[in-house]
């Protein structure tokens, strides 16, 4: 079945509405727009309100904007559907002084852009006022569709073919999460981390690594009790500076987490502290690390 079928008998015109096929390239980006999709509506919203020229031009030219989001497994997820009540156009400056923009691209952006001009250039940009309707509101999450490929991310609606895959019984914004000894996360996913990986983090017991990128320090922990792994990461990054006596000297903006060696929720806290002992010994992080 056709995502077409879907919005014409939803009572929609194809050739008043536009796709917006949101497929960020970097994962952490990815990341905290699906996070934004979930638990921060305002952010997202903002997020997809501005576009460059060519998709702009295509969305003044529409009433209607369906917006999907890339899961990273060639496939997309249905966000919502929108109508467009006009748009207007700011510049730079008056981006810049948005708290709401400065919030965007701060915690959307948090690999790269060094501000909310850096995020839109030098021109300004039309600035859309879009609200959601209801129609189709019950598949957020859940309505997947083939990822057509192609560099455009605004298209027709009347002429872009999306085959849907399914139709899941709950939704699951959240990309697939990555296999734990592939995992590497930063702060900023960490304070908001998709609801499925953070029901795995929860669960397992493990030990971990921290690499500050400044200067490539590395520490090793071991993560057990309250919210296991993700407990303890949220608690290295709940505040401005690390928890333990070294990393006490550091900025957690700049840790990356990744797991060593992942363990049973039933695995000792006598087992998991001798394990802790021995990655410290193999990766030397007592003598030139930050386990001092």
């Known amino acids: 079945m056709e995502l077409q079928t879907l919005l ?14 949101h497929k960020p390239s970097d994962l952490r980006e990815r990341t905290a727009l699906t996070i934004a999709a ?7 919203d903002a997020y997809q309100s501005t576009h460059a020229r060519q998709p702009e031009a295509t969305l003044k030219g529409r009433d209607f904007m369906a917006s999907f989001l890339t899961r990273g497994d060639g496939t997309l997820v249905f966000i919502g559907f929108y109508q467009s009540h006009g748009c207007t156009d700011r510049t730079p400056e008056e981006f810049g002084n948005d708290p709401l923009f400065q919030r965007m691209s701060a915690q959307l952006y948090p690999s790269g852009h060094q501000g909310v001009s850096d995020y839109l250039g030098l021109d300004g940009r039309a600035e859309f006022d879009l609200r959601p309707l209801p129609e189709l509101a019950e598949l957020k999450g859940r309505l997947i569709v083939n990822d057509p490929g192609g560099r455009t991310y605004m298209r027709l609606a009347e002429t872009t073919p999306l085959s849907i895959v399914e139709i899941t019984r709950e939704a699951q914004l959240s990309p697939p999460m990555p296999a734990w000894n592939e995992l590497v996360l930063d702060a900023q996913t960490l304070r908001s981390v998709p609801t499925q990986w953070a029901q795995s983090l929860r669960h397992w017991r493990g030990i971990y690594l921290i690499l500050d990128t400044t200067d490539g320090a590395r520490y090793v922990g071991a993560a057990y009790g309250v919210d296991n792994l993700l407990g303890r990461w949220r608690t290295h990054v709940a505040g401005d500076l690390g928890v333990t006596r070294e ?27 001798q394990l802790e002992q021995h990655w410290m010994t193999r990766l030397h992080t007592k003598e030139h690390g930050l386990n001092r």
């Open 38 to 44: 979930e638990t921060q509506l305002d952010l997202f």
């Open 247 to 273: 990393l006490a000297r550091r900025n957690p903006d700049n840790f990356r987490f990744s797991i060593l060696e992942l363990l049973s929720p039933t695995t000792t806290i006598d087992e998991v502290t």
């Open 8 to 21: 014409v008998a939803a009572g929609f015109d194809l050739a008043r509405t536009a796709l917006c096929l």
